[in-house]
């Protein structure tokens, strides 16, 4: 069946670093891909998105691309601020539900 | 426009006792989905409605959670009796078509 996989947390950084993380997927067919972000106490929100090969998706400062040759979809932003402290979901939508599946999260910490 | 709304935000029971969780999806939206979030795990997908439809429940532990959706627009989701592995935040979610959902800010449960 479909699976997302995505790097262990948690990430602590400084403020102005770099942000990768990475994540990785398989699915039968060609499933559109999602990384969503999840602040304390707050539901999913959907942070961008691709629905097919080479799309690059682009929110807030974050991109992530979409590659079929290595199933991946990794996140990156590059210069992350304290406000972006949160858990972060990767997650493919494909089958003839649509139904989303998601990766553990990634729990990043971004300090001052 | 407003969002999913759930209530209550959390509950805390014992073993053994019955437990009943709503949600109301934003206003024209089809599609309502309930997961399941375990505790450093990303959501899983319990039951997924079209309407007042059952699309998908292949998740749903069907000997102790039922849900309903009856007049196709809010949906309540029930567990009796609980065990201590259900423990987790309940998500509900909904979309306009069979693309983008939107997530409530869930319900997190504790069996004791």
């Known amino acids: 069946g479909d699976s997302v996989t995505q790097m262990e947390g948690p990430v602590t950084l400084s403020e102005e670093a770099f942000l990768t993380i990475n994540c990785t997927y398989t699915a039968t067919g060609y499933p559109s891909l999602f990384w969503y972000v999840q602040y304390p106490g707050e539901g999913l929100q959907l942070l961008l998105k691709?629905?097919?090969?080479?799309d690059k998706g682009s929110n807030k400062g974050f991109e992530a691309t979409y590659r079929k040759e290595t199933t991946s979809f990794h996140l990156e932003k590059g210069s992350v601020q304290v406000s972006d402290s949160a858990v972060y979901f990767c997650a493919l939508k494909g089958g003839s539900n649509y139904k989303l599946t998601f990766g553990k999260g990634t729990l990043l910490t971004v300090n001052p | 426009e407003a969002g999913v709304a759930q209530s209550p935000r959390y509950k805390i029971i014992e073993k053994r006792q019955s437990v009943a969780f709503w949600c109301n999806p934003i206003s024209g939206h089809a599609t309502l989905y309930w997961y399941q979030q375990i505790l450093g795990q990303g959501p899983k997908l319990l039951i997924q409605?079209?309407?007042?439809?059952?699309?998908?429940d292949s998740q749903l532990p069907k000997d102790r959670f039922s849900a309903e959706r009856l007049k196709g627009v809010d949906s309540t989701l029930k567990i009796q009796p609980a065990k201590l592995e259900d423990s987790a935040v309940y998500l509900c979610a909904s979309s306009f078509s069979s693309y983008e959902q939107y997530f409530g800010p869930g319900t997190r449960l504790t069996v004791t």
């Open positions: 409605f079209q309407n007042n439809g059952v699309v998908d």
């Open positions: 691709a629905t097919k090969a080479d």
